[in-house]
């Protein structure tokens, strides 16, 4: 991970804390297995200047990625990517990737004006429209 830098694309208007967003898509990418077990992290000043975003907010979220048992940060040596978490630990952080990413699109919606029903209709347009292309791929 030393030279693969980690993508990180925060929304300043979603209404969710910005730790929370770090915190979320850490653990969907470790999910993912965009990140894996052993890969470094970047400082907690690095990210935060990269990010342009307080140095305490970066460090909050690697606090609650620590106490989860996701990452270790070593004196001297950096941040890791300790392990990959037991099943019931994946289940919890595909759980809160899957609630992070319907908050913020319930919110854009919202934003751009579109009423509930408008949101609901959408949702069961688009998961028919997926289901019949994935069963058209599987045939």
Do not use: C
């Not at 030393?2 to 730790?19: E, N, Q, V």
């Not at 270790?72 to 019931?88: A, C, D, K, L, N």
């Not at 579109?114 to 045939?139: H, T, Y």
């Amino acid at each position: 991970m030393a030279d693969k830098k980690l993508s990180l694309h925060l929304d300043f208007h979603s209404g969710l804390p910005i730790y929370t967003q770090i915190v979320n898509q850490i653990q969907s990418q470790l999910v993912n297995k965009m990140l894996k077990p052993g890969d470094q992290l970047p400082t907690v000043r690095a990210l935060a200047q990269e990010l342009r975003v307080n140095f305490n907010t970066v460090a909050r979220a690697y606090r609650i990625l620590d106490e989860a048992r996701i990452i270790s940060t070593q004196q001297g040596r950096g941040t890791y990517i300790i392990e990959v978490p037991p099943p019931e630990i994946s289940e919890k952080l595909r759980y809160e990737s899957l609630t992070a990413l319907t908050h913020r699109f319930i919110s854009e919606a919202f934003r751009l004006g579109f009423s509930e029903r408008e949101v609901v209709q959408m949702v069961r347009d688009s998961l028919k429209s997926w289901k019949e292309a994935n069963e058209e791929d599987n045939e």
